[in-house]
């Protein structure tokens, strides 16, 4: 039996040496045989076992084409992004009589609900043979099952990538690798309860830099960052390939309403992004957190707090139907493209109906995509005239809508909103615009002074507020960061207030502008 992990030793003829190997140059040249070895294996796969020469000599032939990139990095990651193949993030150009490999590979994977593969330096022989094997077997292990049947049979260096993400610094697009969910699916039915959330099981490499939307500071941040990996999977599938799974987006939308019923703290990740993908994903996993938090305020059962979550994540999905058609900012949109903006409560509602299998789910889905904007007196858009009475899920994600939005809001306006300002602008101007329980259940979900909110505490101290206080909604948790006297607290120096003591009472909220907060706290500014 052949050792597939042999690699040219340095210094032997023929040998590359891998600092002299560029990445960019290496993948743009092996991508394509990387994908046509590929093929064969699969193809071969169909007729051979694991263990038959045959077959082996084709996974040789394969692991042969991506050798030097794995010497090099240590990794290949082949995975799909919607009709791309990418190689350690760098997409493969396909030309030609080579496009039939790559549509292979893609339906390949498709059909197994997995974003692609991922092999370590340190495969084995056998680890090699267990992946193929459960791969070759489509119609029993798919998606997270088969991640796990093959941790399980120790092909740990040998993976499906159920979710990859990575960042390329010069791409304007999504940075997201995602699975290929198929466009016809079949729906949970009703009854089921929600699986577990896809990310526990997934590869993810989080996304680096500015634009990227960090976890808040207090949550839970593998729940807050796998709800935006989620969020990226399922509505890119949504907008982009016309096909989406509501059991997906329940996996996305489950921690957090187990969250809510163990009374975690409601805290934010609200950041100023300016990628367009990174602000979808972050706004919509933002006013889920929020709507769901409300829900169990008003007594809304683990069943109807699901339902809320995957609406508020999927309320905005229409925009992606207009965003093409939009070449303005927000203050300088034309007349026509007022018009489109405020048609994407119909196209949300045509989208899901178009792309999912109809029951319950999916019907208040589709209420909240049209309602949200309505109003309760029916005055905002579209149109749904007097009679009309928009749906208890509705309101709440319209409320969770606005307050966010007012913080993450892309423009001068938005730009500098703090949590306090926002919430006094929802029960001040704004109040006409929803129903009073609705503005009673976004205070007890945020408190007096929300998260991200800077204060002055009596002594002059400044404090960063990381969280409500259900006992007492004047009295956040809150973390020091300023001494009276000026000096910036070192990290650690002065413990949490968890929460703020009786003895002690916050002054006055700042505005996040006049005193940055640490670059470990979230401020909406």
Known sequence: MSDLSRQPQPGAPGAKDPAAVSPSHALARLGLTVLIRLSAVIRIGRSYNPDNQVFVTQIESFVASFAEILEAQGEVVLVALDSDLYMNGTRIHVHGWRLRFHQHILE??????????????DFTVDEMKIFFGLFMKPDVYVGEDLLRECTAQGAKNVLPAVYAASHDPNATAMHAFTPLLPVETNLEEEGEEPPPLLSDVAFEEEASGENRPRPPSGAATKTYSSAIAGARSVLMTTSLQGGMEVRHAKRVVQPLVDGAFADQPLVLGLSSLSHHD??????????????????????????ALADLGVAALLHDVGKSVVASQIQHSFEDLTPQEERLVERHPVEGLKLLASSTKLNTTTFRCMRVALEHHAGPDNSGFPSLGTDWRTSLLSRIVAIADCYVSLQMHRSARGSHVTPFEALGMMLGPLKSRFHPAMLWALV???????????????????????????????RPHLRPAVAPDGRPYAPGEVPDFKPLPKERSVKRALRGAEYPADDSEQSAA
């Open 108 to 121: 390949e994977f498709r059909r197994r609900q997995i974003a692609g593969i991922r092999i370590l330096k």
């Open 444 to 474: 007890q979900t945020v408190g007096f002074y929300p998260p991200g909110q800077l204060v002055e505490l009596d002594d002059g101290t400044l404090a960063a507020v990381l969280a409500p206080n259900a006992e007492d909604l004047a």
């Open 278 to 303: 990174q602000y979808t994903y972050a706004h919509a996993v933002n006013v889920t957190l929020v709507a769901v938090t409300m829900g169990h305020f008003l007594e809304l059962d683990r069943r």
